[in-house]
């Protein structure tokens, strides 16, 4: 009686033991399938966070292109209007006596020039400023995009309790 008494004992303390390092196990798997989910998580917060600073540069980049065009548009319609007062007197001398015809002559084709390159200026100004606003749009929409993940990748990042169960004997009653 004393043998069979220390075999159910043993068996029962192998069974006991067997349970506890069964759900010790289950319970690792679960802490660990959460920590890797987390650490996933974790990688996506911090490619939205470096995609947002990346998005940030770039509307920094071409603010300050926009923001110049925009002030030298300002400026050449200013020397634009100028000319066009000045051409638009006439003649040099309105409260005197007419300066000769071939100083007349340059000043009015500098006057002329001026407004030619003025315009020159206004229209490069403002190609400028459309051109890097289309250059941010463009940057904004196809190069830098917010890394979403697909299907596949948030498979493979969650695991599911019952994999577990897929895992093999001494996986699952391994001694810690």
């Known amino acids: 009686m004393y043998a069979g008494t220390a075999v159910a004992a043993a068996v029962g303390g192998t069974g006991a033991s ?21 650490r996933f998580m974790m990688a996506r917060g911090n490619a939205c966070a470096q995609v947002a600073q990346y998005r940030e540069d770039i509307a920094g980049i071409t603010g300050v292109t926009v923001t110049k065009m925009d002030t030298w548009t300002s400026v050449a319609t200013l020397f634009l209007a100028v000319g066009a007062a000045l051409s638009c007197a006439g003649r040099i001398g309105l409260h005197g006596c007419a300066p000769p015809g071939w100083y ?3 000043f009015s084709g500098s006057i002329f020039m001026s ?19 289309c250059a ?36 699952m009653f391994r001694v810690p």
């Open 18 to 38: 067997g349970m506890w390092l069964f759900s010790y196990n289950k319970e690792n798997f679960g802490n660990d399938s959460g920590m890797r989910f987390g």
């Open 104 to 106: 007349v002559c340059l």
């Open 115 to 133: 407004i030619m390159f003025n315009g020159t200026a206004l229209w490069f100004a403002m190609h400028a400023s459309l051109r890097a606003q």
């Open 136 to 171: 941010a749009t463009s940057l904004l929409t196809r190069q830098v995009r917010l890394p979403i993940p697909s299907m596949g990748q948030l498979d493979q990042a969650r695991v599911f309790a019952s994999s577990f169960e897929k895992q093999e004997a001494r996986d």
